[in-house]
């Protein structure tokens, strides 16, 4: 008896697998692009991609912009499969930033407006004060200390 249930719940497709449905999204990449046949060749690359909703270039900031129901890394290596060097838009809007001319955050070859995203590691378990860094430049006990005291 149990044989013939499972062979007819097989038949009416209750034994599926669905995939997990992809997240609407938007991908921003950072590809290299001089002319209009490259320009050409990853917007046909990418807009034959399933999912794809839509497909914005900006030649002159080499930024590629994706959205649809698409993965990131699947669109780096639909950009990368044109020959074309491909990576996450790695800046950030200037105002974002607390401190955009700091060394790693500051690039030159940065869009106008945009800085390097750089992430922020924070200690969370210790506080640190703007009086503690003060007393800490002029104590005794720190070798580095002023030396015109």
């Known amino acids: 008896m149990g044989g013939t ?9 209750s034994d599926r697998r669905y995939k997990k449905r992809k997240q609407f999204q938007t991908v921003e990449l950072k590809v290299r692009m001089d002319c ?6 990853v917007r046909n690359a990418l807009s034959t991609m399933r999912g794809v909703q839509s497909v914005d270039i900006n030649r002159k900031q080499y930024k590629v912009t994706v959205t649809g129901y698409v993965e990131p890394h699947k669109v780096i290596k639909r950009v990368q499969s ?4 491909a990576e996450l838009w ?46 800490s430049l002029f104590s005794d006990d720190n070798p580095n200390a002023c030396s015109i005291m």
């Open 82 to 85: 044109t020959g074309k060097k």
């Open 5 to 13: 249930l499972e062979c007819f719940s097989s038949f009416l497709g």
């Open 36 to 41: 209009e046949g490259c320009e050409l060749k």
């Open 90 to 135: 790695p800046y950030v809007p200037y105002n974002l930033v607390a401190h955009p001319y700091v060394a790693p955050t500051y690039d030159k070859k940065a869009p106008p407006g945009y800085v390097r995203n750089m992430e922020v590691i924070t200690v969370s378990s210790q506080v640190v004060r703007p009086e503690d860094q003060l007393t």
